[in-house]
């Protein structure tokens, strides 16, 4: 199975500020590579599919990159609301997997 | 606006069965793959099963693999995951989820989960 790889797990930021979660593929997935956001209480939210490709409707501040093993989320000018925990997925094989999570904190 | 309702969670014992379903309005149902994920308590995200849109392709994780069963009804715009043999490390909320195809990749909506308490 492919494992998926997070860092950091967790991490505070600062109103305004730009952060970006890296999220690593234990074998090459191409760009089979999903991003969600997930906030206490609440179910998943999808963001970015095909390693950097936005869902309809997922503000232009939030941009994937990557492409192999090696994959990135970045935030700009980070809010109150982006306050979230992040996973990362694979999609290339069954069984796909997620990452462990990346917990933000907004300070 | 696409909306994925789930039901049939629960207390259950081990070993025992349990059947969650999924109804879905909103979207030409068949033209896409559905996804079951689950959320221990305190966890992270777990990828359980997914299905393409006609059946013809099926994945299970590991964990569930031999003892769950995904399937649909195209007609009834209904999908489902039959538990078997359950464990308690089967508590968790379970999502059902619509992919962003028809082949099973990444997903794009969520449902708000059913719960399920494997517990004697």
């Known amino acids: 199975d492919i494992q998926m790889t997070q860092s950091p797990s967790s991490l505070s930021a600062s109103v305004g500020d730009r952060v970006t979660i890296t999220c690593r593929a234990s074998?090459?997935?191409?760009?089979?590579l999903a991003w969600y956001q997930q906030k206490p209480g609440k179910a998943p939210k999808s963001l970015i599919y095909a390693a950097s490709s936005l869902q309809s409707g997922v503000p232009s501040k939030f941009s994937g990159s990557g492409f192999g093993t090696d994959f990135s989320l970045t935030i700009s000018g980070l809010q109150p609301e982006d306050s979230a925990t992040y996973y990362c997925q694979h999609y290339k094989s069954y069984p796909q997997t997620f990452g462990q999570g990346t917990k933000l904190e907004i300070k | 606006e696409v909306q994925l309702v789930e039901s049939g969670g629960g207390l259950v014992q081990p070993g025992r069965s349990l059947r969650l379903s999924c109804a879905a309005s909103?979207?030409?149902?068949?033209?896409?793959?559905m996804h079951w994920v689950r959320q221990g308590p305190g966890k992270g995200l777990e990828w359980v099963s997914g299905i393409s849109w006609n059946t013809g392709s099926l994945g299970y994780a590991d964990s569930v693999k031999g003892r769950f069963t995904i399937s649909r009804d195209n007609a009834k715009k209904f999908l489902f995951l039959q538990m078997n043999s359950v464990k308690p490390e089967d508590t968790a909320l379970y999502y059902c989820?619509?992919?962003?195809?028809?082949?099973?990749?990444?997903?794009?909506?969520w449902g708000q989960g059913t719960l399920v308490i494997v517990s004697s």
């Open positions: 074998q090459d997935i191409s760009n089979y």
């Open positions: 909103g979207f030409t149902f068949d033209d896409y793959a």
């Open positions: 989820a619509r992919d962003e195809g028809y082949q099973v990749g990444a997903i794009q909506h």
